[in-house]
């Protein structure tokens, strides 16, 4: 695998990686923006609105048909929230050029609808189609109004609003139907300029690739031409800038109708020092990062107290995250135990084999990086949204060298934050 980063133009990067694992080509476009509240739900709104017809693509149906000819190729897109910044993902994936019946630009082409699709929208008087901005409007309303319904993952989502409250990473991706009401096609086009002139714009490109032929093929585009280099106005991920105040415990209830309480604790992790990331995912994989964890072991096996018990490491915010599904009526129990075993990481109550165990999962984890093209590509936005390269070896070797004694040291600077409990 070999990975080249160039830049195009100011605040715009294209990144290739050359791989020989897949049979397809991935192309992806990110663009990253600051988190605010007053935009959220215009970039939730706007990514759907241009998947619905470019200048030359007028509809979906047309999009499609191209894609169909071009070999069954696919597109997809959306938004996400990586640390403080609000990002716009577009993807296309099609078959690669060496597996073609007869030679053709099949790079060209993919890369040619995808900047189109992001860069050359259609546009009616000066405005998104009201149609599409309309139609559109109505999807992002219900996709808001379903987040009840998955109980889980609105406990987490709640936790983190508590925990960041009045805060960028608070906010919710798909942003708020109060919002949704009052955007015109105008201002959403309005909007789109702004966007597409500040913001920080990754281009990247996966799979067997011709590298030169490629770098020609985006820089020749027409759309690419017409941008201009910029200062990007983006957030840099890195958890050494992560500074937090300590805070008072916060517990939060909600009431709602569940079978099952869902139980949601959200840990700030106060040590900012370089590389305390990796110490960081050793320590949350002992503590609960897979079925011999000690959340799973003490709070499900043993005192049978939590259908679902495991915790996950947001590196973007240095933080951790505690998530179970319990019976309502075992709430104070199971607090109590998971609070135990945030003290037994503290005193160093856990074995060299925990340890390990825990380490070879993260390992395989970022062994599994490379098996999708998707996953992979994360990976290295990741690394460039953090401002910090490191390569998938080199974050195996710091993995590797992480000891019982960092693990200590580092869960003595984590506090809770908030305890988000929703029962009945």
């Known amino acids: 695998m070999n990975y080249q980063k160039r830049e195009i133009k100011k605040g715009i990067n294209l990144h290739q990686i050359n791989t020989e694992n897949y049979k397809t080509n991935l192309y992806a476009v990110f663009l990253a923006t600051p988190l605010a509240r007053g935009e959220v ?93 309309e139609g559109e409007k109505k999807n992002l309303k219900q996709i808001i109004e379903a987040k009840i319904d998955n109980k889980a993952k609105y406990a987490y989502d709640r936790c983190i609003e508590e925990m960041f409250k009045n805060k960028p990473y608070g906010l919710y991706k798909f942003g708020y139907v109060e919002d949704i009401e009052k955007i015109t096609p105008e201002q959403l086009y309005d909007y789109y300029k702004k966007l597409i002139n500040n913001c920080k714009i990754d281009i990247f490109c996966s799979g067997s690739l011709n590298n030169e032929e490629l770098l020609a093929n985006v820089e020749e585009n027409e759309n690419i031409k017409k941008l201009q280099g910029r200062e990007p106005k983006y957030v840099v991920n890195n958890e050494v800038t992560e500074k937090k105040e300590p805070t008072q415990e916060n517990t939060v209830e909600e009431s709602m109708q569940v079978t099952q309480g869902k139980l949601v604790i959200g840990l700030d992790i106060q040590n900012t020092e370089e ?123 710091y993995i590797s060298e992480v000891s019982k004694e960092n693990v200590k040291d580092l869960a003595n600077t984590i506090k809770i934050n908030t305890i988000y409990f929703l029962k009945d």
């Not at 499609?64 to 069954?72: A, H, Q, R, T, V």
């Not at 949350?284 to 005192?303: D, H, I, P, T």
């Not at 075993?341 to 490379?370: C, H, P, R, W, Y």
């Open 41 to 133: 739900t215009l970039n939730a709104l706007l990514g759907a609105v241009l998947r619905r017809g470019t200048a030359n693509l007028k509809s979906q149906e047309q999009i499609s048909k191209e894609l169909e000819d071009m070999y069954g190729a696919s597109f997809n897109c959306g938004v996400e929230k990586t640390g403080d910044n609000h990002i716009l993902k577009f993807y296309l994936e099609t078959l690669s050029e060496e597996f073609l019946p007869q030679p053709e630009k099949l790079n060209q082409k993919c890369l040619g609808i995808l900047f189109d699709i992001v860069f050359n929208p259609l546009i009616i008087n000066n405005a998104f189609n009201p149609e599409y901005v």
């Open 275 to 397: 590389n305390s990331r990796f110490i960081a995912s050793v320590y949350n994989a002992v503590l609960g990062g897979g079925a011999n964890s000690k959340l799973f072991q003490n709070v499900r096996e043993k005192q049978s107290l939590a259908y679902t018990a495991g915790s996950s490491y947001l590196r973007t915010k240095n933080a951790l995250f505690i998530r179970c599904g319990i019976e309502i009526k075992n709430y104070q129990k199971a607090l109590e135990t998971i609070k135990e075993q945030l003290e037994d990481m503290k005193n160093g109550n856990f074995s060299e084999e925990d340890l390990e165990n825990s380490k070879k999962l993260i390992l395989a984890s970022i062994d599994s990086v490379t098996e999708e093209q998707d996953t992979e590509i994360t990976y290295y936005y990741g690394q460039e949204l953090s401002d910090r390269f490191v390569t998938i070896e080199k974050y195996k070797k």
